[in-house]
């Protein structure tokens, strides 16, 4: 009996590739435009496993279908509602991630706020002599004000992580979460007002697109703090970099960029911020527990008739 295709296009970690290959026929492919697959190949394939984008030209190339398995919370890079009309299935990886991303925004808000790979480079430089010290530091995380731009699983960890430091906590979405402890404003804007330090963990979507932008880094204040953990297409990045060298706000802590991985090279002269490789999930237990997830959908998909963690758009619910 013929073992059922599935499609890897592109790179994916190798622990999906380990277990799809125990049970179905694993075509790997070249991630382009369009897929170089002859026609009877594509006819065979009914799921696919990918890491990154899935062009809409790849549901036409590819018109037995019936799974996509995106390794990643997000899945911007799919028309989930164009799959979804067509009846197939997108899943996604969330909540395994959720710790880690959390841990790596609580991680930039204090690094920011503290200077401290500043701190380790003035250590490491040989500065630290005797009769020396580094500078004090402008800010502390103590009496803050925390906004948070986006209050979904992961911002919500971020919440809970907040709440030891003794750190008010406010936050903007789209709707108010009824059970959510924390002051809600219906305006970004009203946030920013608020608050003195702003941690965007808000999905890539036509409404988020460079809302962290002037207006609001004005609104932040002098003494602002920015951390992004979510997608870099949320902040305007000419605009945070004319705020922090113009010291409209006080320093940024970034993991997300717009156009990665090009860094703008006023983001990294800029005064005060920490900028890491959009590693906030970047750790081998959570990385390989996001491709235990991947495959698992698969699986589940082909044995069972059920994905483990369909998307919100996806016919078939779990």
């Known amino acids: 009996m013929s073992r059922i295709a599935v499609l890897v296009p592109g790179k994916i970690h190798d622990r999906v ?8 026929e694993v075509i790997s492919v070249e991630r382009d435009e369009t897929l170089k697959l002859d026609a009877g190949t ?4 009914r799921g696919v496993a990918l890491s990154g984008a899935f062009p809409a030209v790849w549901f036409e190339q590819l018109p037995n279908i019936e799974i996509v398995a995106s390794f990643g919370v997000g899945y911007d890079g799919i028309d989930a509602k164009l799959a979804g009309s067509k009846g197939i299935i997108v899943t996604n990886t969330p909540d395994v991630l959720n710790d880690e ?3 790596t925004a609580i991680a930039l808000l204090l690094n920011t706020i503290r200077e401290l790979p500043k701190a380790e480079a003035w250590l490491r430089d040989g500065n630290w002599k005797p009769g020396s010290a580094y500078p004090l530091t402008r800010y502390s995380l103590k009496g803050r004000h925390v906004g948070l731009y986006g209050l979904g699983r992961i911002g919500l960890e971020i919440a809970k992580r907040l709440e030891p430091f003794k750190v008010k906590i406010s936050y903007h979405t ?17 946030l920013a007002e608020a608050v003195d330090t702003l941690v965007a963990i808000v999905p890539k979507t036509p409404q988020t697109h460079k809302t962290v932008n002037a207006d609001i880094l004005s609104a932040l204040g002098p003494d602002g703090i ?3 953990v ?6 305007n990045e000419d605009d945070l970099i004319a705020a922090l060298n113009a010291g409209t706000i006080g320093g940024a802590g970034l993991d997300v960029f717009y156009d990665e991985p090009n860094v703008p090279a006023g983001l990294l002269s800029a005064p005060n911020t920490v900028l890491v490789p959009h590693i906030g999930s970047a750790s081998i237990p959570t990385r390989n527990a996001m491709a235990d997830l991947v495959a698992e959908n698969l699986i589940s ?15 078939v619910k779990q």
């Open 42 to 45: 594509a006819q065979r394939i």
């Open 174 to 190: 789209r709707s108010r979460h009824a059970d959510a402890p924390y002051d809600y404003h219906p305006t970004l804007k009203g």
């Open 226 to 228: 920015v951390v992004n």
């Open 101 to 103: 991303v959390a841990d």
């Open 17 to 24: 590739l380990a277990q799809l290959k125990d049970r179905f």
């Open 230 to 235: 979510g997608r870099g297409w949320t902040v």
């Open 301 to 315: 998909w082909f044995e069972q008739g059920k994905p483990v963690t369909p998307v919100a758009e996806t016919p």
